[in-house]
């Protein structure tokens, strides 16, 4: 386990225990527009969404709003966000670990660093999945084609190649012993036109978070071979880790919001609020539980000092795998 996993898992082990006991809320928000630098159906897409949900059936915030902007691997969210920092005083950027990958790649050349960082809030598991009629039985069948021919194995994601879908491929394939440098990975614009390929036939496999993939496999759309947990998940029983699959690795991706630079102590200490809050709603549960999310909470310069120490890591991991020089 890499030191990443080892710190993240730590923290949420106790976040988790502290069943995140905020004081008292005051007055609910009057708004937050959600912006979300990729497509419908995305992580990003339905971690916005559902914080939302959350916090206006709780009564945490009296109006939500919603607005998808793709474009350059997130950074034309970003870039929006920066320009019209004097307007966006009400705008929520959700985020996760791809913001720190892209920006030590140089998709883009801002990084967390040039916005207000709110809140680390949630985790998910990435899992590997396959088309329902799929002759690829568990992930041991894949690896076996992978290793027999990678050429022929496409393994789709909704990021960009060289991003964190991307990313965990080489790290999971690596861990079963096989190249993590041949994946053929076909990228596509957010989390729902990737699964939409692999419905499509188009890819092998898919490279997702797990509560991405959860919705449809209850459906019997898809099949998950194998969940980047140690423990199998108590949303998915059935479904083995990838550590029951010979491949060993355990990684969860954060998600989290940023608000524009410049906002102001007393607004950002207000979103933390309602945010810290929301933990302790029924509303909230309802929410996580049906998107199969783990439960985390970095605050403020906790979420900044996370972030460093992410960038930090990732960025010797990708030079390893040969994602960086």
Known sequence: MNKITTKFLAATAVASAMIFAPAAYAAPIDEIHFLIPGGPGGGWD????????????????????FENMSGGGGGKAIAHLIETREKATSTLMVNSTPIVIRSLQKVFPQSFRDLTPIAGVIGDYAAFVVNKDSDLVDFKALTAKYKANPRKVAIGGGSVAGGMDHLVSAMVMKAAGADPKAVKYIP?????????????????ALSTGFGE?????????????CVTSRERLAEAPKVPTCFEQDAPVEFVNWRGFFAAPGTSDAKKAEYIEALSAMYETKEWETVRARNGWVNIFYPGEE???FLEFQEAEMGSLMKELGFLK
């Open 188 to 204: 596509y614009d957010a989390g729902g036109k990737a699964m939409a390929g692999l419905l499509s036939g188009e890819i092998n």
């Open 46 to 65: 339905g971690t916005a969404r559902g914080t939302g949900e959350a916090l206006a059936k709780a009564g945490l915030v009296k109006s939500v709003s």
């Open 303 to 305: 979420f900044v000092e």
């Open 213 to 225: 993939a959860l919705d449809l496999a209850k459906q019997d759309q898809v099949r998950i071979l």
